[in-house]
């Protein structure tokens, strides 16, 4: 077999077999197929795409490059929740704390941004000291002792993704709903999951624009998740605008230890409420022989009810600081965002005109945010953790002409006026209030 062969095969449509693309994989992960010809792969599949079958070969080669992670003995559910990727979405950083105090354990396998995307790992790394990279057996203990773990793909967990997501990021080929799919999935199965929450991001901001698009993808990873014997829901969820208050890494992480102190916005409240419910309820039915059913207003309401009490009471926020603490971050930095990196250059961003936002759109911010050095643009590309959004107004509220809506951050100020411009290509103000947009689109469920 030749990789040549191989990406010519898929240049032209056909699908591969599963040898062939763990031929694929394992000779990447080796470095026996460079980075150039396993681009041009990448490339291949994004143009032509991959059937459902081929995603999930390529998942399994994936999760098969690295190890899954065994907690003998451990009590609870093993349950994660993974977004596809969006603009200010830290919704995993609120839930893994909250899940832990709640007597779940969450072992989140996951990944940096891609794309205008952020990612959970780039926010964590904002907090000083703190190690996003851990083995296996460290990530037990943390199971174990704290309840939770997030970690980044090494060299034992997740090489295979490791190496291609930052394949994929340099290479405008992180947006392809097959390589998406086996990303996540084959993560999620090195975790050793019971049951997985995905929050499949529907509009500018994710990699998927429209409803319909975005239910073939929830589809796809539904499935894998169900085959591979986690029980798997997938809530489709408006990402058109940002989420949210902050865009940028330390900023993101300012905002989650604010809501783990009681304090959200109302978006990142009701999804953050929403996505804890539906954990709950499959934690509660994950030994049932029937897959998950649809939750009603009542369970919803009670979950939710449920969740914030340990919110209000500080028990989410004491595991958050326990995490820090065991990746040898600064746990002070939870007391005190003033020890989370700070930008040395900051621009609030101006109405022109009198009216409400209608529209903020979330590709717009994410990209704007990117310019400023929250994202990257080359393989090995550090990021700034300082750089990113404010956003001051959100769709729907009102603004007066000159009145700053957002406020920029970051260590280069050369970015500030391209990073202005994209922002406000995105923001369109009207004289008429805007309908309220839904949050949760559609929930897909098994079979
Ligand atoms: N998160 C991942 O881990 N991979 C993707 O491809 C997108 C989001």
Same mark, same amino acid.
């Given at each position: 077999m030749r990789a040549v062969d191989l990406i010519r095969k898929k240049r032209d449509g056909a699908a591969l077999a599963g040898e062939e693309i763990s031929f694929l994989v394992d000779n990447y992960l080796k470095g026996a197929v460079p980075d150039y010809q396993m681009s041009a792969f990448l490339m291949a599949v994004y143009n032509r795409g991959m059937t459902g079958e081929e995603t999930a070969r390529l998942t399994d080669a994936l999760a098969a490059g690295g190890g899954k992670l065994r907690l003998d003995g451990v009590q609870g559910v093993m349950i994660d929740k993974q977004s596809t990727g969006g603009v200010g979405d830290k919704t995993s950083i609120i839930l893994a704390p909250l899940m832990a105090a709640m007597g779940l354990k969450m072992p989140s396998i996951t990944g940096r941004g891609l794309g205008h995307t952020g990612g959970t790992i780039d926010k964590l790394a904002s907090i000083p000291g703190l190690r996003t990279e851990t083995t296996m057996a460290r990530m037990a203990d943390e199971i174990k002792s704290v309840g939770f773990s997030i970690c980044g793909q090494t060299d034992e967990i997740a090489p295979a993704d490791g190496k291609l997501c930052a394949l994929r990021d340099a290479t405008a080929t992180a947006g392809s709903p097959s390589l998406i799919a086996a990303s996540i999935m084959s993560k999620k199965i090195s975790a050793g999951l019971d049951a997985l929450v995905l929050d499949v991001k529907a509009g500018? +901001? +994710?990699?998927?624009?429209g409803l319909d698009e975005a239910r073939d993808l929830a589809r796809l990873m539904v499935g894998i998740g169900s085959g591979a014997g986690i029980k798997t829901v997938a809530l489709i969820t408006d990402m058109d605008a940002p989420f949210g208050r902050a865009v940028g890494n330390a900023l993101e992480m300012k905002e989650c230890i604010s809501a783990l102190k009681g304090r959200f916005a109302p978006d990142l409240l009701d999804l953050t409420m929403t996505l804890a419910a539906w954990m709950l309820h499959l934690a509660d039915t994950v030994s049932e022989e029937a897959p998950p059913q649809r939750i009603g207003e009542h369970l919803l309401k009670r979950y939710r009810d449920e969740s914030w009490d340990y919110i209000e009471h500080g028990d989410a926020f004491k595991k958050f600081v326990e995490f820090i603490d065991a990746r040898q971050g600064d746990p002070e930095a939870a007391f005190d965002a003033g020890r989370l990196p700070k930008a040395g250059h900051i621009k609030p961003v101006l109405s022109?005109?009198? +009216?409400?936002?209608k529209r903020m759109d979330a590709f717009a911010v994410g990209h704007a945010a990117m310019l400023l050095g929250a994202g990257r643009a080359r393989l090995g590309d550090e990021t700034d953790p300082a750089a990113g959004i404010i956003i001051g107004k959100k769709p729907g509220d009102t603004v007066h002409a000159q009145e700053p809506f957002a406020t920029l951050y970051t260590n280069d100020p050369q970015t500030l006026a391209e990073a202005e411009e994209a922002l406000l290509s995105g923001v369109e103000i009207s004289d008429r209030e805007p309908p309220r947009r839904r949050l949760v689109l559609d929930v897909i469920l098994p079979g």
């Open positions: 500018s +901001g +994710g990699f998927v624009r022109p005109w009198n +009216g409400y936002i």
